[in-house]
């Protein structure tokens, strides 16, 4: 079993930086695929970005790259999202996912098998 709590989330201004966290308990950390995923009012869950298991591969949304980063401490069991310039389109709760299997698709929901609850993002114009 996997158990993920995500923060760090909160209200900035548009243009400005934000970091949230995932702390992952279970185990094997290192060995699972990681990933972030957003969710705003009225719309389907979002992949942004997703990190391989051996922590050499990164993949982005097309919203995120040159704005996101994606990064995980090993030691700390933390998956990290760091967001920079951010707009009021990137206003969602943001959740982490945890891929046991090993499934091909980095980006779709379906292929991840834990969830966090959340932490709400919210950008001011």
């Known amino acids: 079993q996997v158990q993920l709590v995500e923060s760090g989330g909160g209200l900035v201004q548009a243009g400005g930086s934000l970091r949230v966290s995932c702390a992952a308990s279970?185990?094997?950390?290192?060995?699972?695929?990681m990933a972030w995923f957003r969710q705003a009012p009225g719309k389907e869950r979002e992949f942004v970005a997703a990190?391989?298991?051996?922590?050499?591969?990164?993949y982005y949304a097309d919203s995120a790259k040159g704005r996101f980063t994606i990064s995980r401490s090993t030691t700390q069991n933390t998956l990290y999202l760091q967001m920079n310039s951010l707009k009021p389109e990137d206003t969602a709760v943001y959740h982490c996912?945890?891929?046991?299997?090993?499934?091909?698709?980095?980006?779709?929901?379906?292929?991840?098998?834990?969830w966090g609850q959340g932490t709400q993002v919210t950008v001011s114009s």
């Open positions: 996912a945890v891929m046991v299997g090993n499934r091909a698709s980095y980006y779709q929901p379906a292929a991840y098998d834990y």
């Open positions: 279970g185990r094997t950390f290192s060995s699972y695929t």
């Open positions: 990190m391989s298991r051996s922590s050499s591969r990164t």
